[in-house]
């Protein structure tokens, strides 16, 4: 039996035909990146591939002065007679799973991946594939999301009962991902502020040309207590930072898969949390690997002994590979 058409190194997923890296954890020269989170997009590369829509957001992220290609979905590059494509995952702006083939077999690197539609990224589109390179950060039965649409009316409820007590909202989101999507989904319910980091990530994808649509303004020193009354923040984190001296009164909540487990807002501080993830959730997942027709699943980050061992109970030829990608924290 020959090399696998992708192998699993020490520096990360890799080509050696095309002598290509997928989502390369150490320096390579040559790197494809499935999205500008900071675990599947690291520093050190000598060439950057990736969606257009990621370019601005790894420049702000990795430095300007990055090589970088830019392809768009569907877009085919071939390298030393591998053929590589980029297919929306829906995990972020921007966010594509790999396609590779190579003498007729065909191999897809998920990246991390959410089947539910966000309205603001690109939706996932399952590509067919003989081998199907999967995370599995929430691949336990327990993670069910909801509906987009109802999470999105529970937030501005929250939003609005803490106005009602001239309470500022504090909402814990990731910079890049969640902050956009509570951003771009919310009612104008009053004025938002957003945190350095998240408008950092703001202006990036806005450089692509992707609008947010509700307007808000950057923290800043200048701001009072009053300016916030009744307002949403949207920050990475609730706690330890010096400009929450500046809020008066408010109450915090974050957004995350793990608010599906119990005990998860105590644990945390939080006076409320909502189970919102950009990840697939259980039955993403199974239905994503359902859709490929892959034989052959590899599970990477989270869960991915559990969900290896369901998927061989379903007849599939599932195992697990290490990485250093994180999933949700």
Same mark, same amino acid.
């Given at each position: ?23 390369? #954890? ?15 997009? +690291? ?23 990055? !090589? ?38 065909? #191999?897809?690197?998920?990246? @991390?991946?959410?089947? %539910? @539609? @966000? ?31 109802? !999470? ?5 409820? #929250? ?7 001239? +309470? ?66 949207i920050s990475p984190g609730t706690t330890g930072d010096n400009w929450t001296k500046l ?14 487990? +119990? ?11 909502? !189970?919102?993830? @950009?990840?697939?959730? #259980? %039955?993403?997942?199974?239905q994503a690997i359902k859709c490929t027709t892959a034989e052959n699943i590899i599970c ?26 994180q999933g949700e924290e």
């Open positions: 039996m020959g090399k696998s058409l992708l192998q699993f190194t020490k520096k990360g997923i890799y080509c050696s035909q095309a002598k290509v890296y997928i989502d390369p #954890w150490r320096p390579v020269d040559k790197a494809i990146v499935t999205h500008a989170h900071a675990d599947h997009s +690291r520093k050190g590369m000598k060439h950057y591939l990736t969606h257009h829509y990621s370019i601005p957001i790894m420049k702000a992220r990795l430095g300007k002065n990055i !090589v970088t290609q830019g392809l768009h979905y569907g877009e085919e590059i071939t390298i030393n007679e591998v053929k590589f494509s980029l297919h929306p995952a829906g995990h972020v702006v921007g966010s594509a799973q790999v396609r590779v083939e190579y003498n007729g077999e065909v #191999w897809v690197v998920s990246g @991390d991946y959410k089947t %539910q @539609d @966000d309205g603001l990224s690109t939706p996932f589109e399952p590509v067919k594939c003989h081998t199907f390179i999967t995370e599995c950060t929430f691949g336990l039965p327990v993670f069910l999301w909801q509906p987009q649409h109802h !999470v999105i009316s529970s937030i501005e409820e #929250w939003w609005q009962n803490n106005q009602s007590q001239n +309470r500022c909202s504090l909402i814990s989101a990731y910079s890049l991902g969640k902050a956009q999507r509570i951003l771009y989904n919310l009612a104008p319910l009053g004025p938002i502020y957003v945190h350095s980091s998240v408008d950092q990530m703001n202006k990036a994808i806005e450089e692509s040309g992707i609008r947010l649509k509700n307007k808000y303004q950057p923290i800043t020193k200048h701001l009072s207590k009053a300016d916030f009354e009744k307002a949403l923040i809020l008066g009164k408010f109450n915090t909540a974050a957004c995350s898969g793990w608010m599906q487990l +119990r005990g998860m807002k105590r644990r945390q501080n939080l006076d409320t949390g909502f !189970v919102l993830s @950009d990840h697939a959730d #259980w %039955q993403g997942l199974n990477t980050h989270g869960y991915s002994d559990i969900f290896s061992a369901w998927l061989r109970e379903q007849g599939l030829n599932a195992h697990t590979e290490q990485t250093l990608f």
